[in-house]
Every structure is written in structure tokens, then in C-alpha cells.
């Protein structure tokens, strides 16, 4: 996951990378979890023990009650780790407090067998090579799937559902790109994953079609078998790792076509839309409901991140009837329905692709220039595969990667 936050003349992003430790080195991970989850509930005990007695407590004063505290095993943490604990117990605090707030139900902070992560801040990791060398635990080889930018500011180690993770969080350094001269309105969809103003056509893979069929069996074949059993968790893994695959394919095409529009544009307009509104207005399924969820918020905060550190512009524009407007007379079609693929205005006879028509409404919306609509028939269109990124105008295969986070090795 990549997350991208403002800061003067860097910006602070995270990478995920699977890491594969060894077995000793697994089991430790596994005993620092526990011993971290035991420091956690002693800290909620001395939280509720004060409130019980109507005494205040500050984050400060847990954190002061670290060196004394006596745990088994607690040699075996790197020194800073339980501070992470610490802060993590009062994220939990004040997220349960904001749902209160809310008026929503919640009920009290549950005491924990075992963390799910192990958070060295600043210090006590190290990366040589391919590998990560985390203090007490020792070294633990990484899958760098796309090179490792900037600097480590901290390394979060996660379990997931099949296997270990390293997140790393960097700073990196803001690299402003040329001015193109150009300028770009975009329409996200579901058929097409970006149609843009210039008549180009990005598919969007249809990844999850391909192995939808397999998924459907595993699941049903899991509804059979007896929870907990050793084939349930075989067949389990098995999805979680299907589902795994669609989701790197997928960010590895959203960095490529996010890299390619921030290089080709200065300023980029696309609706502020409600994803998930969108998303339901396509009668899909749920699971793809929320895999194309996953995607659209995924393709905003790469496009958003690269922009800024490129000294690009995104800029978001009301998605009110850019569908509906005819991008040459501004004629509203009020009775324009999903299944209308292709714009036929009734007033003044223009004829374009459905999106195509949008991405012109969303370039006029955002750059304020008068509407002159090319006809572009038809238009370029690109399909999902292999090396796709040379396929992009303005881009070949040999050109490096500029401002942009194109990764040189595929994901999977
Ligand atoms: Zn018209």
C-alpha cells in the first residue's frame, strides 16, 4: 500500500514487500507479537485501573511506565518497539472515543494474545541488498518486486493472511518534471479504465474475469469443508493468494498508467467522484464491487502522489452531468442511461463514445477552455498485456522511468 503525505520539499510514501523468514527467525517474530500484545494489555490495565479511579492518563505517563514494567521475554524486543505499542494502544483509544462520539456503538478495547505488527521506528533495522536486518530478530530476506526509492524512516513487519510483509516508510525528495504544455481531462470507468480528452483509451484488464471462475470454485469447495480443518485452511490459502495475485496485477497497471499521465501532462482533470456510488450504480457483485473499489481509490492515490512529486496538477471537478453533456452544444440528454455506450446528441447531431464525450466535458469543467471536440475515430485504444508501457504515447520501452514510480520488475 502506498500512501502519500504533504511535507515541505519531500513527500512521505510507504512500500510494501513480501519478506520470507527463516524458521527461527519467524518463531522469534512470532515471540516479540506476543510479548508486544502482553506490554499492550498491561498498558490497558493501567489505563482502566486510572479511569476506573477517575485519575487522568496521558499517552506520556504509559510511555514512562515502560522500563519499569515486568514482562517475560521483554530482552527479546528491540528497546524502541514498545514505545510503538504504546502509541498504537492510544490510536486505539482515540478511535474508539471518535466512534462514540459519533454516537455509534462501541464498546471497550479488547486485551490481545498477539500483535499483528512489529513497528521499528527510526532505528533498529537496516537494509543490505536483498536483505532487511531487523534488531534482535536478525536477518530476513526481502522480495524487492519494485526497486526501494528514498529514505527509510521505519519499517513496519506484518503478518498477513499468507505470509509476512515489510512495509518500508520513506522520505523521498519531490523531483519536479518539465512542462509538457499539455493538459488532460480523464474519465474513469469500469469497460475502459481511463478514456482521456485526447481520444486515448486505457483498458481496464479484465484480471478478475480471467480467474473469477476459479475463485467461485474454491469458495464453494470451502463452504464444504469443516472450518479449522487441514483442507479448509489448504483451500483458504489458496483464494487468499488468488485474491493476492488480481491485486498485484492490478497496482502494477495503476503505477504504469498513473506514471504515464503525470509524465505526459501538467494538469490532469477528473471527476471528484463517490466512488463507491459508482460502483453500485453497476449492479455488480459484491466482490467485485469491492475490488473495483479498491482500485479506483488505489488509481486516485498513486495519480495524486506522483503529481505532487512531479509538481503536477490533479485537479478535481463536479462530476454533475459530464456524462450527459454533449461536448459540442452543451446539450443536457437527461434520459442517458448506462447501457448507452456511444453519446448521440439530438440537437446538434454529434456522435462519440460515451466516455470519450465525458472526458471532454471533465477537460472543459477543469481547464475552462471553450469546448472543441476532435473527431477522433477512432479512438487510440490500449489494451491490457504484456509491456504494456511502451505501448503509451510518448513512451517507449527504453525511455527510464521519470518522475514516476515505474517499476522495472513486474509484481506477482
Ligand atoms: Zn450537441
Known sequence: MWRAKEKSNTIQLSFKYRIYPTREAEEKLLRVMEIEAK????????????????????PKDTQAMLKDLKIEGKELVYSKVPQMVNNQLWYNINALHELKKKGK???????????????????????????????????????FHRPLEGEVTGVIIKRGATGWYAIFQVEVEKKPLEKTGKVVGIDLG???????????????????????????????????KKRGSRNYEKTRKKLVKLH????????????????????????????????????????SKTLRKHI??????????????????????????????????????????????????????????????????????????????????????????????????????GRSRKSPSRGGDAPSVRAG
Open 39 to 58: 506490554v499492550y494489555n498491561a498498558l490497558l490495565d493501567a489505563v482502566n485501573n486510572a479511569r476506573k479511579e477517575r485519575k487522568k492518563i496521558t
Open 105 to 143: 456503538k462501541a464498546g471497550k478495547l479488547r486485551y490481545k494474545k498477539i500483535m499483528k505488527t512489529i513497528n521499528y521506528n527510526q532505528s533498529g533495522f537496516k537494509v543490505q541488498g536483498d536483505r532487511l536486518v531487523l534488531s534482535k530478530i536478525g536477518e530476513v530476506k526481502v522480495l
Open 190 to 224: 469500469v469497460e475502459k479504465l481511463v478514456t482521456t480528452s485526447d481520444g486515448i483509451v486505457i483498458e481496464n484488464p479484465r484480471v478478475f474475469d480471467k480467474v473469477e471462475g476459479k475463485i467461485k470454485i474454491l469458495q464453494r469447495s470451502l463452504t464444504r
Open 244 to 283: 493476492e495475485h488480481v491485486k498485484n496485477l492490478m497496482s502494477d497497471y495503476i503505477h504504469k498508467v498513473t506514471s504515464w499521465l503525470v509524465e505526459q501532462y501538467d494538469e490532469i482533470y477528473m471527476e471528484g467522484l463517490d466512488v463507491k456510488e459508482m460502483v453500485e450504480n453497476n449492479e
Open 292 to 393: 473495483l473499489h479498491s482500485n479506483f481509490s488505489k488509481f486516485m492515490s498513486y495519480l495524486s502522489y506522483k503529481a505532487e512529486r512531479a509538481g503536477r496538477r490533479v485537479v478535481k471537478v463536479n462530476p454533475a452531468y459530464t456524462s450527459r453533456t454533449c461536448a459540442r452544444c452543451g446539450y443536457v440528454k437527461k434520459d442517458l442511461t448506462l447501457d448507452d455506450r456511444i453519446f448521440v446528441c439530438p440537437k446538434c447531431g454529434w456522435v462519440a463514445d460515451r466516455d470519450y464525450n465525458a472526458s471532454l466535458n471533465i477537460f472543459h469543467a477543469g481547464s475552462g477552455l471553450p469546448l472543441k471536440p476532435v473527431d477522433r475515430k477512432p479512438l487510440l485504444y490500449i489494451p491490457f498485456s504484456e509491456g504494456v508501457y511502451s505501448k503509451f504515447p
